[in-house]
């Protein structure tokens, strides 16, 4: 979509602008490259964002709102007049067109991959130096590599095309390049739990001078390979609503455990002492009830003995051991973008 928008606005750009008629030498290309990569680039950071949280609508527009947008088509547009330039340079030069087009989508893909990146490790909640450099590395190689393969397959088409042969290439371009980039995003690198909106539905009651002094039991890690995220120096201990929970990208035999038992590597008081287990392997989280009547994916009851393979944004609800009224609900990521603050 953002390919044909910037290829229409183009368009009409020069359909409405008198720049022919005063300067009948003046390469459309610059025009049409100048507004295209910023277009592009931005449309492709929107649709990381939004697919990673599908059901946070209000959210993603706050994640986008806060300069990430801003800073990616001021990086795309000042991008569009260095690729603009150099094309007219090569074109100045008599190079072939084909190879100029090579050159000319090979780099708007790399600055798209290039945008998305930066982007991305502006706002994510994992966006260390490491793991930013190999996110530019990866999102530069895939733009690249998917702008040349547009290019190679327009050039294929381009004789039988007619008329239609630019329109045909921008939508060529804008899905080969979106669906490069959706691999640097969607890979699962890190799992997550979210302790989503009502994590822990409970009816007030009244509390007595007893009750009072009482501490009663949270839920909590107990296994070292998970963590909070964000960390914070450590200053969490309990499970808290809006935490995420990172998950090993492998888990032993055992899978995670939780429950309210003592061995629970994720403890939850109230629910039944063994009552799910999760298992991650080969890039897929399986969760498996263990108690009937104690686990929903998707609102949906997961019968004893189970196994549900979880997808991401899917809302987990475990169920108290006594009380079907009482709850707690996670969110299941299998990436990190959760614009949870």
């Known amino acids: ?24 030498n003046f390469p459309l290309e610059i025009i049409i490259l100048t507004i295209a990569t910023p277009i592009i680039a931005a449309g492709i950071v929107v649709a990381e964002v939004f697919l990673s949280n599908p059901t946070r609508i209000k959210a ?14 001021t990086f795309g547009l000042i991008a569009g007049l260095i690729l603009s330039l150099l094309n007219w340079l090569l074109t ?23 945008a998305e990146s930066l982007s991305w490790g502006t706002r994510s909640i994992e966006g260390s130096k490491a793991r930013i450099q190999q996110r530019i590395i ?15 397959f327009y ?25 490069a980039l959706c691999f640097a995003a969607s890979p699962s690198y890190h799992f997550a739990l979210r302790a989503g909106q009502g994590f822990e539905a409970v009816k007030p009651k009244p509390r007595g001078r007893t009750t009072q002094l009482l501490d009663p039991p949270r839920p909590e890690l107990n296994n070292p390979d998970l963590k909070f995220i964000p960390d914070n120096d450590g200053m969490y201990e309990h499970i808290e609503e809006g935490l995420s929970i990172q998950l090993p990208t492998t888990t032993p035999q055992r899978g995670i455990q939780i429950g309210s038992g003592n061995n629970s590597d994720i403890y939850i008081p109230h629910i039944p002492e063994d009552c799910a287990v999760l298992s991650i392997r080969n890039g897929n989280v399986e969760l498996r009830c263990r108690c009937e009547k104690s686990v929903q994916v998707q609102r949906q009851w997961v019968s ?29 990521y299998n990436r990190f973008l959760d614009p949870q603050a």
């Not at 993603?60 to 088509?73: D, E, G, P, T």
Request: with cysteine; net charge positive.
């Open 304 to 332: 004893q003995g189970r196994k549900v393979t979880l997808r991401h944004n899917q809302m987990v609800t475990l169920y108290h051991e006594s009380d079907c009224d009482k709850f707690y609900r996670f969110i299941f």
């Open 60 to 73: 993603n527009w706050r994640v986008l709102s806060r300069s990430s947008l801003k800073a990616v088509f």
């Open 155 to 179: 050039e294929i088409f381009r004789p039988v095309l007619g008329w239609y042969d630019e329109f045909f290439g921008f939508l060529l371009l804008g899905s080969i390049l979106g669906l």
């Open 1 to 24: 979509m953002s390919a044909l928008l910037s290829w229409s606005i183009s368009h009409l750009l020069i359909d409405i602008l008198p720049i022919q008629y005063f300067l009948p």
């Open 92 to 114: 100045a030069s008599q190079w072939p067109s084909i190879l100029i087009r090579l050159i000319s989508w090979a780099l708007i893909g790399s600055f798209a991959g290039i």
């Open 138 to 152: 990866q999102s530069t190689g895939l733009g690249t590599g998917s702008g040349l393969v547009a290019a190679v």
